[in-house]
């Protein structure tokens, strides 16, 4: 038997917003091909009723997406990942320090000890990817930018000693992303997770060959950038996230998130680029794989009783760190809400 793992670590801000509907939207049609859910933060607590890690699991595994790949953003989150990885075959794990935790880790002192963590868990046999690290412009300003360049540059040197993916987080920050890439070195497998850009951004991924992650952004109304980009980027450097529980997919946008609804996504890429949804998840998969490998090339410990970490009915709520943030910032890489949004809130 394996220690219990919390069910969730963390609780979205947004959760106490009386004016935000709460309720996890129901489960769409399943996918025929199924494919990989390339970004998610499964030990983030929201909605009114908030959904254990494994019943994410088993409604995404319901629908055709067969795994996840857990994220961390500072070492709490990113050893939890990698402990749900090590016993869940449905989950694989990245870690890292989030760029905007890196200016605040580093005026406590405790910068480059959270690094060598991210770096002893990155040895461990079912973290696939060093993540998610990058720039953040948007949330940071410029007296705490040299902390994160300095947190993503250790990060790209991990995923190169490990033979790791990169995963990306670049918020109003493509050009020194860019540029940060093409002096240190990219990693042979680096992924802008959310892709956020526009053509020019994907001109320079699809020459570098860099994979972009879309999520649940290019279903909005207003990101007519997001799906120019995507109709120029070859499909062989394309990838899907959720990003839950931000970023809920149109036609549910502003609601609790989760893995099985990527096949709203998959279907909306899918028509951006005239494609059939089963041909796009084929490539999605492929894609996928090539990146990060087969999720049972390493095995899982023997979990003993699968849900022993499931809360009994009336046992105290874990406690949980508040992410900050008001009920519209839907995640890190969003495009700002816009009125004529159908369905915001």
Sequence with gaps: ????IDAHIRK??????????????????ALVVPVYDNHTHLEIADGENPLHYREHLDRASAVGVRGVVQVGTDVL????????????????????IHPNEAPKLDARGELDDALAAIDALASQPRVVAIGETGLDYFRTDGGGRDAQLRAFEAHIEFAKQHNLALQ????DAHEDVVATLLRVGAPERTVFHCFSGDVELASILAERGWFASFAGTVTFKNARNLRDALEILPRSLLLVESDAPFLTPHPHRGRPNGPYLLPWTVRAM?????????????????NTENVYGHWDDHPVIAPGDPWADRPEEGDAAPAHHDIPGDPHDFTPSAPEPQPDAAGDH
Excluded: F, N
């Design 1 to 4: 038997m394996t220690d219990a």
């Design 12 to 29: 979205r801000a947004a959760m106490e917003d009386t004016s935000r509907d709460l309720a996890y939207p129901p489960s769409p049609e």
């Design 77 to 96: 989150t990113s050893q939890w990942s990698a402990a749900v990885a090590e016993r869940e075959p449905r989950v694989l794990a990245a870690v890292a």
């Design 168 to 171: 990306i987080h670049d918020r």
């Design 270 to 286: 899918a028509d951006t680029i005239g494609t059939d949804a089963s041909m796009l998840a084929a490539q999605l998969s492929s």
